[in-house]
C-alpha cells in the first residue's frame, strides 16, 4: 500500500513545491501506475500542515475546488518541515507489518472452492493461474517497452512480475496439495 503523506514528504524534500505539480510528479514518479486524485493531494497536505510536517506560504488556494478553478491568484508552495524530514526518514526505515497474512480474495477463492459442493477447486485453481499469466505477458510486454527507458516503471514492472510470479506459485502448490 503506499503511503501518500510520505510520498508527498519524499516529494517535498526535494524542495518547495505546487500541489497540482505534487499530483504529477507522484503520478511520474510511481511509473504513471498509481493515479492520485488532486483533492487527495490537498487533503492530505491539509493534514501534513496540520501536523506540523509541512508548511506553505499561505498564499492562494486552500483546497483542490479552489485550486482547480482559481485564474485570479498565486497557488500555495509547500515545503517540507524539520519534523516532515524526520517522520519520512523514520518511515523510510521502518519495516512494514507482514506479519499478519493479507485477505487476499483468491485465496479465499481457492478455499471456498474446497468446500462448494460440485465445484472443482483445480478448475478455479486453473482459471485464475491463466488469468495471472495473461497479466504477465502484459507486464512483460511493458518492461520490454515503456519501461526499458523510465527507471520508476521498471522497478513497478519488476515488482509486479515478482508478485504475480509468487501468487502462481502458490496456486501450483496449492493445486498439487489439493
Not at 492562494?60 to 517522520?87: E, F, N
Not at 499469466?133 to 521498471?154: C, I
Amino acid at each position: 500500500m503506499v503511503s501518500v503523506p510520505h510520498a508527498l514528504l519524499a516529494l517535498l524534500s526535494e524542495g518547495p513545491k505546487y500541489g497540482l505539480q505534487l499530483r504529477e510528479e507522484f503520478e511520474a514518479g510511481t511509473g504513471e501506475v498509481w493515479p492520485l486524485n488532486v483533492g487527495q493531494v490537498y487533503k492530505t497536505l491539509g493534514r501534513l500542515e496540520r501536523d506540523g510536517l509541512a508548511e506553505s506560504d499561505g498564499s492562494g488556494p486552500a483546497d483542490a475546488t479552489d485550486a482547480l478553478t482559481s485564474q485570479d491568484g498565486p497557488q500555495k508552495r509547500y515545503r517540507i518541515t524539520a519534523d516532515g524530514r524526520q517522520a519520512l526518514a523514520d518511515w523510510l526505515r521502518t519495516p512494514p507489518d507482514l506479519t499478519s497474512p493479507p485477505r487476499d480474495e483468491l485465496v479465499m477463492k481457492v478455499l471456498v472452492a474446497t468446500r462448494v459442493p460440485g465445484t472443482d477447486p483445480h478448475e478455479v485453481i486453473q482459471a485464475h493461474r491463466l488469468y495471472l499469466l495473461e497479466l504477465m505477458q502484459q507486464w512483460t510486454r511493458l518492461k520490454e517497452g515503456e519501461a526499458r527507458d523510465d527507471l520508476s516503471l521498471a522497478l513497478v514492472v519488476d515488482s509486479e512480475l515478482f508478485r504475480l510470479d509468487a501468487v502462481i506459485r502458490w496456486l501450483d502448490a496449492a493445486d498439487v496439495r489439493l
